[in-house]
């Protein structure tokens, strides 16, 4: 099952909107952020933190290492919202 969404992020005092999507199976899901058309899929790692996982056919990006982080504490609190 996959949910389009909006993502609001707060990065380096500038508002940015990202498109993405969450796909859910079995017990797990996946969030699929769009950055300079490239996604990114953020993930959850064996100690259940999130991590950024570039893939391996994506095409060379110089994505700030901050930015990863600002969409992961978004990410990280939608979830402890709901």
Do not use: C
Request: a negative charge; proline letters at 2%; glycine letters at 2%.
């Amino acid at each position: 099952m996959e949910h389009y969404f909006d993502l609001p992020v707060r990065y380096k005092n500038e508002d940015l909107i990202f498109r993405g999507r969450l796909h859910a199976f079995a017990y797990d899901y996946k969030f699929y952020i769009d950055i300079n058309n490239q996604e990114i899929i953020f993930e959850n790692d064996a100690a259940g933190s999130l991590r950024a996982v570039i893939p391996y056919n994506a095409k060379k990006l110089e994505i700030d290492q901050e930015l990863l982080i600002s969409i992961i504490d978004v990410l990280k609190n939608l979830h402890s919202d709901l």
